[in-house]
């Protein structure tokens, strides 16, 4: 099936930093989702996407859906310690099948 | 409160026995997933089902059973053919035609 391909694959940033990761496909996607996984526990949706070139925003998350339909970004301004986990970026592969999934940012904030 | 209950949490089994995961929905999703997650490997499909008494094989089926006899409920068997049954599943609901599933807490599981 579909792969989305994530980057980076793990990020290790200071507390107060910004933190910039992207997911791009081989193909279009008419909706981009962005979760986030604690440690041991499931992914909890935190933005969809669902036209191009859409920027919106939850907190101090922000996500843009790429114009090419291709690609999409996840920033997250002035990172807290909480902000530890995956981010994994999804999709519906066509249609109404289920969704797809990168491998996932893992990411690590430093006090 | 409306959700997605997995259970257990955490599970050991001996090598050679199935064993079966809940998962439980009161969102009146049509919809269920159950996906596999290994290190590094992110989320994988075994099986979903849009609508009772139906359900397809994802991408990684084999050595996996699954009944959808109710709307609320999806358990995921695994079977001692799998071969490497060892990972963190995740049960998720959504809509019909709805793109944005929700997430049990997942089940670990460990064969001995």
């Known amino acids: 099936g579909q792969q989305l391909n994530q980057s980076p694959q793990s990020m290790f940033i200071q507390e107060g930093e910004d933190v910039s990761m992207n997911c791009t496909s081989s193909s279009i996607f008419n909706t981009w989702l962005w979760y986030k996984q604690d440690p041991g526990e499931g992914p909890v949706l935190l933005i969809a996407l669902y036209k191009a070139g859409e920027l919106t925003s939850n907190g101090r998350l922000t996500a843009q859906f790429g114009i090419t339909r291709k690609d999409s970004f996840l920033n997250i301004s002035a990172s807290i310690p909480s902000d530890v986990g995956i981010y994994f970026c999804a999709g519906p592969d066509s249609g109404n099948t289920p969704l797809v999934f990168g491998k996932g940012t893992r990411l690590s904030v430093i006090a | 409160d409306g959700g997605i209950t997995q259970s257990p949490k955490y599970l050991f089994r001996k090598e050679g026995q199935n064993v079966t995961l809940s998962c439980e929905q009161n969102l009146n999703h049509d919809a269920m997933y159950w996906y596999r997650q290994d290190p590094g490997q992110g989320l994988r499909l075994i099986y979903y089902?849009?609508?009772?008494?139906?359900?397809q094989k994802g991408d990684i089926a084999e050595g996996y059973s699954v009944s959808r006899e109710k709307k609320e409920s999806f358990p995921l068997t695994v079977t001692s053919a799998q071969k490497n049954p060892t990972a963190f599943y995740l049960c998720?609901?959504?809509?019909?035609?709805?793109?944005?599933?929700?997430f049990g807490q997942g089940t670990r599981l460990t064969v001995v």
């Open positions: 998720a609901s959504s809509t019909t035609g709805g793109t944005e599933a929700f």
């Open positions: 089902s849009q609508i009772v008494n139906d359900f």
